[in-house]
């Protein structure tokens, strides 16, 4: 269960440094960020927060997520600069071949679809705003570890791959990712 979050988004990858914190116990919300021109704005609100809220805890979820499971469903809340609680579609598209010191072992792919719901839900696909998918890896086992994700950090940002330098990819899963 999620207690506290504190996220800073600062540096040349971000267009508008940011600094979010998220009190889960209280629902209290703060956000502060740079505007276009420069200046430093803040919004603090109390959020309703469902039992579910995951923020800054994915990777870390989807390594306990139960073998069986085809899909779950997780909320996390973000700052628009306002804040939004959205839901995370996350399902499982299969496994994939990968080397652990040379031996073969098999990497559980989910597939993470931000779903906006009501209106902006209907509205951002056709207004070419829907956030895009990122698929995530995670090494099955009795250890499960994150090793992948593949996937935008931020609105509007780029999309990133971040991996382990352990295991290696063959190069069809590499390929796979890189074309998405």
């Not at 306002?82 to 990968?98: C, H, N, S, Y």
């Not at 990497?107 to 698929?135: I, M, N």
Request: cysteine-free.
């Amino acid at each position: 269960q999620l207690l506290k979050y504190h996220l800073i988004q600062k540096g040349p990858a971000f267009k508008h440094p940011s600094e979010t914190w998220l009190n889960a116990s209280t629902g209290q919300f703060t956000v502060r960020y740079q505007e276009d021109d420069g200046k430093e704005k803040n919004i603090s609100e109390r959020v309703q927060l469902p039992a579910d809220v995951a923020n800054g805890m994915v990777t870390t979820l989807l390594k306990n997520v139960p073998a069986n499971a085809e899909q779950i469903s997780l909320s996390v809340v973000v700052a628009t600069p306002k804040p939004r609680t959205v839901k995370l579609a996350i399902t499982f598209q299969g496994e994939d071949p990968v080397l652990v010191g040379g031996s073969s072992r098999k990497a559980r792919h989910y597939l993470v679809k931000v779903e906006l719901g009501g209106v902006a839900g209907v509205v951002a696909p056709l207004l070419k705003k829907q956030p895009p998918d990122t698929d995530v890896w995670i090494l099955a086992g009795d250890y499960p570890v994150f090793v992948r994700s593949v996937g935008v950090l931020y609105e509007g940002g780029p999309i990133w791959t971040i991996e382990q330098t352990s295991p290696a990819w063959p190069e069809k899963s590499s390929e796979k990712s890189a074309t998405k």
